[in-house]
Structures are given as C-alpha cells and as structure tokens.
C-alpha cells in the first residue's frame, strides 16, 4: 500500500469532468512528479487530491485512511501540506508572518519548525522582517514551502515550484525538496520543467486530459522514446 493513493478520481468544476479515472500514488519519502501539457488537468487533480474539489468517483486514501469526504482543512491535520500554483504567499505580510500563517492549525509551539525552515531556506531567516512580495520569485516560492512546512506535513503537495525562476534556482529549489523527502516526507509534486523533475523523481506520471498516459519510475519515462518525443522535447 502506497502513502497516498488516489485512484481513478473523476470529476471537474461543474457538469463537465475535467478529471477521467485519474489515479496518483506516493510511497513515503519518495518523490512523484505529475507532468504534461497546459489544461491537463495537473492542478486540478492536486486540488482533488487535497480535497478542493469534489469527486464524482474514485477515492483517496492517506496513510491506509480513506479521506476522501475531508475537508481541506481536515487533511492538513491529517498530515497533507499544499502549496498551490498561484496565490501561494501572502505579499504584504512579513517572511515570518507567512510561516506563522502556515502554522494556522498548531497550538503548541512551533518555534523548532520555524528554525528548521530556515535551516532549510537560510535567506528566508534573513529576510524575516521583510514583505513577501518584494522577494523575488524564487524567495517567494521558497516562502510557500516554508510555509506549507509548518504544519509538519507527511505529504509535501507542491503545484509547480519552479514557475517563473531560473535554472540556477530551479535546481537549488529541487536540491531542497530532495533534502526534504529525505527526513521521511512524500512529495506530490507539478512540474513544467518535465526532464529536470523527472530526473529526481521516483515515480512520474504523464498526464493528458485529465487521465493517466504514463505512468512508470522518472528513470524509465526519461527513457521512453515516446515520451520523449511527445512530451520531453526529444
Ligand atoms: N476553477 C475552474 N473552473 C472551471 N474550469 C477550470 C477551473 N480551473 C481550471 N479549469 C479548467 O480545467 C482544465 C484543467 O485545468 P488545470 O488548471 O487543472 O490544468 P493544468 O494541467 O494545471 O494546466 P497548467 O499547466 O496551465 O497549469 C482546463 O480546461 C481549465 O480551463
Ligand atoms: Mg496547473
């Protein structure tokens, strides 16, 4: 049994399914990465996996627990943490406020996360007193993980990290998801830069309109010469 398995999940925002049988699971510790092209439906199957949307079949289960009725709020407590792919700080408030923001569901002290936040993301500690929105883009993606950190998830849910910053930055942000699956967390993650993410991903999956086209090991989808074509750029 997979940390999180969502399987054949099915549903969309009105009458219209965006979602067909998708199905997305993750082992603990590992890293899966969810690739494919614009309006696949990526965002919305994370969404539906952290319970923002409704499903019309299919079902979702953490750690051997069916969650599929929970709320949002409910599965953080159950341990899941979601960055979302816009939106995902809060620009006039400080770096510290934000992780503060993540710890919404905490009543003991959260200190100890904080300071492994910015063990993790050293600048974010140096930038403490400062707005969110005038971080740059990498800084601030580096906030939203902080943030979504707080509440001590198991499944770390990250809707394209990476949108809009460098290379350099790009795999300085992947390095640090990789030092976080280390300590034991699950990563479900998006990405538009689909060869780098493969690389460190353990399990990938192609999707296209809302279903599954492949699903195999990042090693193995790198190295399929139709997904390659079709997918990677050759
Ligand atoms: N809130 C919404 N209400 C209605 N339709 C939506 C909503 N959000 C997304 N859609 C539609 O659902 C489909 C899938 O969108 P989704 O955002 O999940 O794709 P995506 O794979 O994440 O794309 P991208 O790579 O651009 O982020 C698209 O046709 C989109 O127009
Ligand atoms: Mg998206």
Redesign the pocket.
């Known amino acids: 049994m997979s940390f999180l398995e969502a399987e054949n999940m099915t549903g969309?925002?009105?009458a219209a399914d965006?979602l067909h049988g998708c199905t997305l699971k993750v082992e603990k510790g590992q890293i899966a990465v969810i690739v494919?092209?614009?309006?696949?439906?990526?965002?919305?199957?994370?969404?539906a996996v952290f319970g923002m949307l409704k499903l019309r079949g299919g079902h979702v289960k953490l750690d051997g627990e069916d969650i599929t009725t929970l709320s949002p709020q409910e599965r953080v407590r159950r341990g899941m943490g979601f960055v979302p792919?816009v939106n995902n700080v809060f620009p006039t408030m400080s770096v510290e406020e934000n992780l503060e923001m993540g710890a919404f569901i905490r009543s003991d002290d959260f200190r100890g996360t904080m300071e492994q936040v910015y063990d993790l993301f050293p600048i974010l500690k140096e930038k403490r007193h400062q707005n969110a929105g005038e971080l740059s883009g990498g800084q601030r993606q580096q906030v939203a993980v902080g943030r979504a950190l707080m509440t001590q998830p198991k499944l770390l849910m990250l809707?394209?990290p990476t949108a809009g910053v460098s290379p350099i930055v790009m795999d300085e942000l992947f390095d640090r998801i990789i030092e976080v699956a280390r300590t034991g967390i699950s990563i479900l993650m998006?990405e538009?830069n689909a060869r780098q993410a493969l690389e460190i991903a353990d399990q990938g999956y192609v999707?296209v309109q809302?279903a599954n086209k492949y699903t195999d090991t990042g090693a193995a989808l790198m190295a399929d010469p139709e997904v390659r074509r079709t997918f990677l750029g050759g």
């Not at 494919?36 to 969404?47: E, F, I, R, V």
């Open positions: 969309g925002y009105g965006i494919g092209p614009n309006g696949a439906g990526k965002s919305t199957a994370m969404k792919q809707d394209e998006v538009q999707l809302g």
